[in-house]
C-alpha cells in the first residue's frame, strides 16, 4: 500500500460478508487474494511500504487492508469498467472486498495451517532470465531525503555495431521503493546526449522529445511500474535497435525521507526475427488548450483524430499530471455507433500505466478517437501541487500539466502504411496550430519519404520560420528545394544548418551531394574530407569522396594535368586500396609525369588485385622498359 493511505482505515464502509463458513480466515480465504493480487508488490525487497505475505504481517494491517480495498485505492487499478476490455485487470471482485472486510472486522483470525495456499515465488534475479545485453546507468542519481517528487533521465549506449531486434526489455530500477514508474526511450539519433549535466550522468525532466528521422516511429510502450512483469512483445513485432541509437530511462523517484541513491539497469532481450509488424503510437493531444485558471474545477481539453485506414487498436496509455481528474478516451464509429477505449473517473499520476486490451479493437477507417480530460485546479484537489491554486500551463514539469492519450496501433492493409498514418497525423495538429514547428518539420520529412517535394516545400518552409535557430528545419527545407532543382536555394540551406550546427554531417554530406550535382567537385570534396575526419568510418561520405576523386582525375587527365589527377588517384587508393581500376589509372598518370618505377609498382598493385587485366600487363610491361631506359 501507499504511504498515502496508511490512516485511511478510519474510513472503512461496511460490507455484507456472504461467506456460508462464517467468518473468513486467513490461511483459506484471505492469503489467496493478498498472493494474487497484493504480493508482488508487498514483499522483502518489493515496492510496497510492508510485506503482507505471512500472516502475522496481514494481520497487523487487516482493517487498513480492508478500507484501501474497500475505496479501490488498492490493488491500483484506475480504468474503470465496462470501458475497455483489459489484459491483467488487478481489481478485486465485490465478494473479495467482502471477504477482507468481514475478516478484519470478525478479528482477522488465522485458520487452519493446512489451508494455506503456497506463498508466490519471485526470481531473485532477472524475471525473464540473464539478459542478451545488459545496461547500466553509468552514475547512480542521489535521491535527496525529501522536497518534491523527482523526474530524471538516465542515458545508456548499447554501444551495437549491427541492428539488433528487441522481444523484450527488463528494468530494474534499482530500489524498488524509491522508482515509482519509468518509461525506456528510444533515441535513434543519439540527440539526447547533449543535455546530459556534466558529472551527473543524465537530466532532469518530466517528459521528453527525441530527434528522429523520417522513418523513426515511436511504436512499443516500454513501460515499468512496481509489480509488473516484463513484457514480452509478441512473434513478429520485435523493434530495432540501431548501432549509434541511445536508450533513456525516464524515471519518477518519490523521496523516502533519507538521502538515497537510485542507479537502474536494463536488461534487452534480442531476437534473429525481424519484425513482420509494423505498430505505431497514436497521440491525441492538445497542450496549446492547457491554460488552466487558479481555481477551476473542471476544466475541459478535448482532441478528435479521424483514422486514415482500418486499423486495430492494441494498448492505451493515458496521461496528465497532478491536475487530472476524469480522462476519457473512446471511438465513434463511422456509422455512430460509440466505443470505448478507456476511462478513468478518479485519475492518480501515481498509478498510470500502459493498459493492454484482451483482444485487438479494430476501428475502421473513418472512426473518430475522441481524447475528452477534464482538470481540478481547486484547493478541493488533494493532489494540486500549489496552494493556494495558481494558473497552470502545459510543460514537461511535474507542476506544469499535459494531457495526452497514446494508442498503440497496427495498419491494416499489409505493407509498413506508417508514413500514411503519420502523415494524416501531423496534419491534424497543423490543424489545431498551423505553427506548430515539429508537425510542420515531421510532415515535411514525411512528403520528401512520400516522393512529394513540392507539397513538402509549404510546411517546412513554415518550420523555419517558426524556428530558425533550428539545423534540421534547414536540412529539410534544403532537400526540398534540391528535390525540385533548385540547387542555389538547397545550398543555401544547407549551408545555413552547418552554420546552426557544424556537426551536422547529415547537412554536411546533402551539401556535398549538392555541391557535385552542380560541378562543385573540389567543394564537394572538401565537404566529404570534413565528415570523415569526425567519422572515419562513413561509408556514404567515403563513397562520395571516391566518386568526386575519379571524376576529378579524369577531367584533369583530359586537360592534360596530370601532376594534380595523379594526386586525387593517390587519395582515391588510400581510401580504397581494393580497386585495381583506381591503381591501374593511377600508373598511366604516372607513366605519363615518367615516373615509371613508381607505375610499374602501381601496374602491379593493380594485377594482384585483377590478375586478368591485359590492360595492367601491357603497361606494366611499357613502364618497366622506359624504367629501363633511364626512367624514374
Known amino acids: 500500500m501507499r504511504r498515502a493511505a496508511a490512516a485511511a482505515w478510519m474510513a472503512v464502509a461496511p460490507v455484507a460478508w456472504a461467506g456460508a463458513r462464517g467468518t473468513p480466515t486467513f490461511t483459506r480465504d484471505v492469503a489467496p487474494i493478498l498472493y494474487e493480487h497484493c504480493a508482488s508488490c508487498h514483499r522483502a525487497g518489493g515496492a510496497g511500504p510492508f510485506p503482507l505475505i505471512q500472516y502475522s504481517e496481514a494481520r497487523r494491517h487487516a482493517r487498513q487492508i480492508a478500507a484501501v480495498t474497500a475505496s479501490r485505492y488498492m490493488p491500483p487499478w484506475l480504468p474503470e469498467p465496462g470501458y475497455g476490455d483489459f489484459a491483467e485487470e488487478r481489481r478485486l471482485s465485490a465478494e473479495q ?29 532477472w524475471q525473464l532470465g540473464t539478459p542478451d ?20 533521465n538516465f542515458v545508456y549506449e548499447p554501444g551495437l555495431k549491427q541492428t539488433r531486434y528487441v522481444r523484450a526489455i527488463e528494468i530494474r530500477p534499482g530500489d524498488a521503493r524509491l522508482v515509482h514508474h519509468a518509461n525506456l526511450i528510444v533515441d535513434p539519433a543519439g540527440s539526447t546526449r547533449s543535455r546530459e549535466q556534466d558529472g551527473r550522468g543524465g537530466f532532469p525532466g518530466m517528459d521528453l522529445a527525441v530527434e528522429r528521422t ?33 536508450l533513456v530511462l525516464n524515471t519518477h523517484m518519490q523521496p523516502s525521507g533519507r538521502v538515497e541513491t537510485v542507479k537502474p539497469e536494463v536488461g534487452l532481450y534480442f531476437t534473429s526475427e525481424a519484425p513482420k509488424k509494423l505498430p505505431m503510437l497514436v497521440q491525441l493531444e492538445n497542450d ?27 494498448a492505451v496509455y493515458p496521461h496528465a499530471h497532478y491536475l487530472g481528474k476524469l480522462l476519457e478516451g473512446y471511438a465513434t464509429l463511422p456509422g455512430g455507433a460509440r466505443r470505448w477505449l478507456i476511462r478513468i473517473p478518479r485519475w492518480d499520476l501515481n498509478w498510470q500505466a500502459v493498459y493492454r486490451y484482451r483482444e485487438p479493437v479494430f476501428l475502421p477507417k473513418g472512426t473518430v478517437v475522441s481524447m475528452r480530460y477534464h482538470y481540478d485546479n481547486s484547493a478541493d484537489n488533494p493532489r494540486n501541487p500549489h496552494q493556494p491554486p495558481q494558473r497552470v500551463e502545459a510543460g514537461d514539469q511535474a507542476t506544469d500539466e499535459m494531457g495526452h492519450l497514446w494508442l498503440q496501433v497496427l495498419p ?80 543555401e540551406e544547407f549551408r545555413t544548418a ?7 554531417a547529415t547537412a554536411r554530406l546533402n551539401l556535398a551531394h549538392a555541391e557535385e550535382r552542380v560541378g562543385e567537385r573540389e567543394e564537394a570534396a572538401g565537404e566529404y574530407r570534413r565528415i570523415l575526419e569526425g567519422a572515419p568510418g562513413d561509408e556514404t561520405a ?32 588510400k581510401l580504397e586500396p581494393g580497386d585495381a581500376e583506381a591503381w591501374l589509372r593511377l600508373g598511366e598518370t604516372e607513366s605519363e609525369e615518367g615516373k615509371y618505377r613508381e607505375a610499374v609498382k602501381d601496374f602491379e598493385r593493380a594485377l594482384e588485385l585483377d590478375p586478368g587485366s591485359e590492360e595492367a600487363r601491357r603497361e606494366r610491361e611499357e613502364a618497366r622498359q622506359r624504367a629501363g631506359g633511364g626512367g624514374h
Do not use: C
Open 214 to 246: 523520417t522513418f523513426d516511429f515511436d511504436s512499443h510502450f516500454l513501460f515499468w511500474k512496481p509489480g509488473s512483469k516484463p513484457y514480452s512483445e509478441p512473434p513478429g513485432m520485435a523493434w530495432a535497435l540501431e548501432p549509434g541509437g541511445l
Open 288 to 314: 496549446q488548450a492547457l491554460d488552466i485558471p487558479a481555481g477551476d474545477r473542471d476544466f475541459e481539453v478535448r482532441d478528435d483524430f479521424r483514422v486514415p485506414m482500418d486499423m486495430d487498436v492494441l
Open 412 to 491: 491494416r492493409g499489409g505493407g509498413d502504411r506508417r508514413l500514411e498514418l503519420e502523415e494524416a497525423l501531423m496534419r491534424h495538429k497543423i490543424g489545431k496550430d498551423g505553427g506548430d514547428y515539429w508537425a510542420n518539420l515531421r510532415l515535411g520529412a514525411v512528403l520528401l519519404a512520400r516522393l512529394r517535394p513540392e507539397e513538402a516545400l509549404e510546411p517546412l518552409e513554415r518550420a523555419v520560420e517558426r524556428a530558425p535557430e533550428e539545423a534540421e528545419g534547414h536540412n529539410l527545407f534544403g532537400v526540398a528545394y534540391e528535390r525540385r532543382g533548385e540547387m542555389k536555394e538547397a545550398m
Open 97 to 125: 472486498m467482502a471477504t477482507l472486510a468481514a475478516w478484519a472486522r470478525g478479528g482477522a483470525p488465522e485458520g487452519p495451517a493446512d489451508a494455506l495456499p503456497p506463498a508466490p515465488r519471485f526470481p531473485d534475479g
Open 133 to 152: 545485453l545488459i545496461l547500466k546507468a553509468a552514475q547512480a542519481y542521489a535521491l535527496p531525503a525529501g522536497g518534491p517528487d523527482v523526474f530524471w
Open 542 to 573: 567515403k563513397a562520395g569522396l571516391e566518386t568526386v576523386l575519379e571524376e576529378e582525375a579524369e577531367r584533369l587527365d583530359g586537360l592534360g594535368e596530370t601532376v594534380e589527377a595523379g594526386e586525387r588517384l593517390r587519395e582515391l587508393v
Open 498 to 504: 552547418l552554420r546552426l550546427r557544424p556537426d551536422y
